[in-house]
T-cell receptor
């Protein structure tokens, strides 16, 4: 089954403790992206990648890092999480063409206390 | 600035009645248009898209959307709502020439009452 897999689904952590949210897709998509979803704000793009070793900032990149060492994986790294990063995070992927939409992961609900 | 607007935070409709969820956009060029649905504790699922051609697009679960170029709108519709349609709906617009520009609306919560 074609899918984007995120782990973990739920995570509670403390301020300052580094964490990684993993994302993997099995569709051989070149393009991958991370979003955060907050009430009333919709989806905001954090980072995106157009291929291996090619990443760039989205609209809200502060406090996040990403890497793309393999085509299928695109982990999101929070080096020093803060409470304002409490949110619902989605990974998404698509082919390198605008007429395709995203395939989304199931989401990671992160709480930073 | 490029944007997607969903003017209604919430839409309430009775089961069996037609429903409309509104979307307008301000994105230059001739962008591609999408609707997604999000059920509780789930990721966003693709419903339908407009690329070119007929202004009325049919998608999953009996949904359709009407593209209106002059009004830059892409309203989601369904002739007869089901209780199971209750969910959060997102309109999205992707720049035809700069595909990493994928703009999402803030979402509309659809409540279908029995």
């Amino acid at each position: 089954e074609a899918q984007v897999t995120q782990n973990p689904r739920y995570l509670i952590t403390v301020t300052g403790k580094k964490l990684t949210v993993t994302c993997s897709q099995n569709m051989n998509h070149e393009y991958m992206s991370w979003y955060r979803q907050d009430p009333g704000l919709g989806l905001r793009q954090i980072y995106y990648s157009m291929n291996v070793e090619v990443t760039d900032k989205g609209d809200v990149p502060e406090g996040y890092k990403v890497s793309r060492k393999e085509k299928r994986n695109f982990p999101l790294i929070l080096e020093s999480p803060s409470p304002n990063q409490t949110s619902l995070y989605f990974c998404a992927s698509s082919p390198l063409s605008a007429n395709y939409g995203y395939t989304f992961g199931s989401g990671t609900r992160l709480t930073v206390v | 600035a490029q944007s997607v607007a969903q003017p209604e935070d919430q839409v309430n409709v009775a089961e069996g009645n037609p429903l409309t969820v509104k979307c307008t956009y301000s994105v230059s060029g001739n962008p591609y248009l999408f609707w997604y649905v999000q059920y509780p504790n789930r990721g966003l699922q693709f419903l339908l898209k407009y690329i070119t051609g007929d202004n009325l697009v049919k998608g999953s679960y009996g949904f359709e959307a009407e593209f209106n170029k002059s009004q830059t709108s892409f309203h989601l519709k369904k002739p007869s709502a089901l209780v199971s349609d209750s969910a959060l709906y997102f309109c999205a617009v992707r720049d035809r020439y700069n595909f990493n520009k994928f703009y999402f609306g803030s979402g509309t919560k659809l409540n279908v009452k029995p």
